[in-house]
């Protein structure tokens, strides 16, 4: 079986081509991303009529190459018919730009040998996902091709649950269930409970910033590019290994209360007022220690709540597994206290591999394959197939 999947709820562009041989593996035979990271870092942040233009004009290209990886790729000329280009236009309404590159792109190429097409409907930035869900339902139309619509946050999850064995080869994993996923990326800090790959119940979420954003924006006041997130964990990182005594602490907002709800906002605000008082209203730069011991502060607060409330849920829930996934679970002082939170607790903790943590179309094409493989599969009628970018698991 093998399945194209497409992501582009964000900031990524990402196209799969994913084999499954046996009900237990897979096989990544064509993989193309790209991100658009450095044209948004100049702005602190994703613009998201930019990032539109940006998946509009990646999209084909990547698509190609990830065909052509999987030797899937036969180029042939067929103009379409006047129904076929009508049809395309229909589902592109208010993109007549990558209608126009739809139609080269099937007058270019003949019909891949695919079983299925996955794409992300959502949680992101809408205009962003549409051109995904355009893109989907056109090979969906024109190559006559089931689609399965898929939620980003659950492909968050299924990246955890994969392992690596030889070259592009990867086996699932056997869940102990229940498990619980704790979800940290740029736009969603969540906790989620898995009764079982495909039923998920949400118990908690960040009532304000995600933690993701928090790191981000906590970069940009100690003057460090967009996504900083890894930027601050490396500045922590080095103050946590001089020895040196924190000088500064920063609260840990909604730590004990009895819900799963996180905010971060607080930490941020209070982040804003310390660097205030300690440059006298801003008349002077920070400097490097002091950018370090700030980072390391915000870290450690951040990742304090981040793990206190996970591992109430596990106590509450019974729960055997503890999944991590989105950009912030490849953050290493977390997996380190998680390590440390899961192992006294007597339970497994699953991370996905560094590359798989950020936004990709593997993670897309894995939910996919799980659904096709355990037999419970969704693929609606194409024209209720819509983005939305609220959407919950
Ligand atoms: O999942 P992702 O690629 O995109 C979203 O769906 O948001 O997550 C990106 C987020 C950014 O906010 C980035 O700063 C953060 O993940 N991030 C990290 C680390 N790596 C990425 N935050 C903290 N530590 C890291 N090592
Ligand atoms: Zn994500």
Same mark, same amino acid.
């Given at each position: 079986?093998?399945?194209?999947?497409?992501?582009?709820?964000?900031?990524?562009?990402?196209?799969?081509?994913?084999?499954?041989?046996?009900?237990?593996?897979?096989?990544?035979?064509?993989?193309?991303?790209?991100?658009?990271?450095?044209?948004?870092?100049?702005?602190?942040?994703?613009?998201?009529? &930019?990032?539109?233009?940006?998946? @509009?004009?990646? $999209?084909?290209?990547? +698509?190609? !190459?990830?065909?052509?990886?999987? =030797? /899937?790729?036969?180029?042939?000329?067929?103009?379409?018919?006047?129904?076929?280009?009508?049809?395309?236009?229909?589902?592109?309404?208010?993109?007549?730009?990558?209608?126009?590159?739809?139609?080269?792109?099937?007058?270019?190429?003949?019909?891949?040998?695919?079983?299925?097409?996955?794409?992300?409907?959502?949680?992101?930035?809408?205009?962003?996902?549409?051109?995904?869900?355009?893109?989907?339902?056109?090979?969906?139309?024109?190559?006559?091709?089931?689609?399965?619509?898929?939620?980003? &946050?659950?492909?968050?999850?299924? @990246?955890?649950? $994969?392992?690596?064995? +030889?070259? !592009?080869?990867?086996?699932?994993? =056997? /869940?102990?269930?229940?498990?619980?996923?704790?979800?940290?990326?740029?736009?969603?800090?969540?906790?989620?409970?898995?009764?079982?790959?495909?039923?998920?119940?949400?118990?908690?979420?960040?009532?304000?910033?995600?933690?993701?954003?928090?790191?981000?924006?906590?970069?940009?006041?100690?003057?460090?590019?967009?996504?900083?997130?890894?930027?601050?964990?490396?500045?922590?990182?080095?103050?946590?290994?001089?020895?040196?005594?924190?000088?500064?602490?920063?609260?840990?907002?909604?730590?004990?209360?009895?819900?799963?709800?996180?905010?971060?906002?607080?930490?941020? +605000?209070?982040?804003?007022?310390?660097?205030?008082? /300690?440059?006298?209203?801003?008349?002077?730069?920070?400097?490097?220690?002091?950018?370090?011991?700030?980072?390391?502060?915000?870290?450690?607060?951040?990742?304090?709540?981040?793990?206190?409330?996970?591992?109430?849920?596990?106590?509450?829930?019974?729960?055997?597994?503890?999944?991590?996934?989105?950009?912030?679970?490849?953050?290493?002082?977390?997996?380190?206290?998680?390590?440390?939170?899961?192992?006294?607790?007597?339970?497994?903790?699953?991370?996905?591999?560094?590359?798989?943590?950020?936004?990709?179309?593997?993670?897309?094409?894995?939910?996919?394959?799980?659904?096709?493989?355990?037999?419970?599969?969704?693929?609606?009628?194409?024209?209720?197939?819509?983005?939305?970018?609220?959407?919950?698991?």
């Amino acid at each position: 079986m093998k399945i194209l999947s497409i992501e582009t709820s964000c900031d990524e562009t990402g196209i799969c081509i994913l084999t499954s041989h046996t009900p237990d593996s897979v096989e990544i035979s064509g993989n193309a991303l790209a991100s658009q990271i450095d044209l948004h870092a100049q702005y602190g942040g994703v613009f998201p009529a &930019m990032a539109k233009r940006e998946h @509009t004009e990646k $999209i084909l290209p990547l +698509t190609i !190459e990830a065909l052509s990886q999987a =030797n /899937l790729l036969v180029q042939e000329k067929s103009e379409l018919s006047e129904i076929q280009k009508q049809h395309i236009r229909d589902i592109c309404t208010r993109d007549t730009v990558l209608a126009d590159y739809l139609i080269d792109f099937f007058s270019s190429y003949k019909k891949p040998d695919i079983d299925y097409i996955a794409c992300t409907v959502g949680p992101g930035l809408e205009p962003a996902l549409w051109v995904g869900v355009n893109t989907a339902k056109s090979f969906a139309t024109i190559w006559n091709i089931p689609l399965i619509p898929i939620n980003h &946050m659950e492909g968050h999850i299924v @990246t955890a649950v $994969i392992q690596k064995t +030889t070259g !592009e080869n990867f086996i699932f994993t =056997n /869940l102990a269930l229940p498990a619980l996923a704790l979800l940290v990326s740029g736009g969603h800090t969540e906790l989620v409970l898995v009764e079982n790959i495909g039923h998920y119940t949400k118990i908690g979420q960040t009532r304000d910033d995600a933690v993701g954003e928090a790191f981000d924006k906590i970069a940009r006041m100690l003057g460090l590019a967009y996504p900083g997130g890894p930027k601050v964990s490396k500045l922590a990182k080095e103050f946590r290994a001089s020895g040196t005594t924190q000088p500064f602490i920063l609260p840990r907002p909604m730590m004990h209360t009895q819900d799963y709800d996180f905010s971060f906002s607080g930490i941020k +605000t209070a982040m804003l007022y310390t660097i205030r008082d /300690l440059t006298e209203q801003n008349t002077r730069e920070l400097t490097d220690e002091e950018k370090s011991a700030l980072a390391c502060a915000f870290e450690d607060a951040a990742i304090e709540v981040l793990i206190k409330k996970t591992m109430r849920a596990v106590a509450e829930h019974h729960i055997q597994t503890l999944i991590i996934g989105g950009g912030v679970a490849g953050n290493t002082y977390l997996k380190e206290q998680l390590t440390l939170a899961t192992n006294k607790a007597g339970i497994t903790l699953l991370t996905p591999e560094q590359w798989l943590a950020t936004d990709n179309a593997v993670m897309i094409g894995l939910a996919a394959t799980l659904q096709v493989l355990s037999g419970n599969i969704h693929t609606p009628e194409l024209s209720t197939i819509r983005a939305d970018g609220n959407m919950t698991l």
